[in-house]
C-alpha cells in the first residue's frame, strides 16, 4: 500500500470513528481500493464511505499523476456521481472529512 493511501485511509477511520460518535445511529462501511482500479487500468487509488442504509457513498480518489490532490465524489453504490471536488492532501483532515459525511449522510 502507498504511503499516501495509507495515511489517508486513517484519517478516513479517524474522521469515521468521530462521526460515528456524534451520529450513532447511522452505520457506515470503509473499503479501501488499492489493486481493484489497478486492474480496470486506471491508475489511482481509493477509499470509499458507505452508507448503505442511505444508499451514499464517499470515494477519496488519489490519482498517480495528481499525488498531492484528492478527488473526492459524492454518489450512491450503483457508481452514480452527483457531486465531486477536489481538496489539496495537506488540507483533509478528520473533521473536514466528517463534514462531508455530514453534508452527505444527514442532510
Same mark, same amino acid.
Given at each position: ?24 445511529? &447511522? ?13 480496470? +487500468? ?19 480518489? &488519489? ?11 459524492? +454518489?450512491?453504490?450503483? +457508481?452514480? &456521481? ?26
Amino acid at each position: 500500500m502507498k504511503n499516501t493511501l495509507k495515511n489517508l485511509s486513517e484519517i478516513v477511520a479517524k474522521a469515521n470513528d468521530m462521526f460515528y460518535s456524534k451520529f450513532d445511529n &447511522i452505520d457506515t462501511v470503509i473499503g479501501i481500493m488499492d489493486k481493484n482500479l489497478r486492474n480496470q +487500468g486506471i491508475k489511482a487509488d481509493a477509499i470509499t464511505i458507505d452508507c448503505i442504509a442511505l444508499d451514499k457513498k464517499i470515494v477519496f480518489l &488519489i490519482h498517480d499523476d495528481k499525488p498531492n490532490v484528492i478527488s473526492i465524489a459524492l +454518489g450512491n453504490k450503483n +457508481g452514480d &456521481i452527483h457531486s465531486s471536488s477536489e481538496y489539496a492532501l495537506n488540507e483533509i483532515s478528520e473533521t473536514v472529512i466528517v463534514d462531508i459525511m455530514a453534508v452527505n449522510f444527514i442532510i
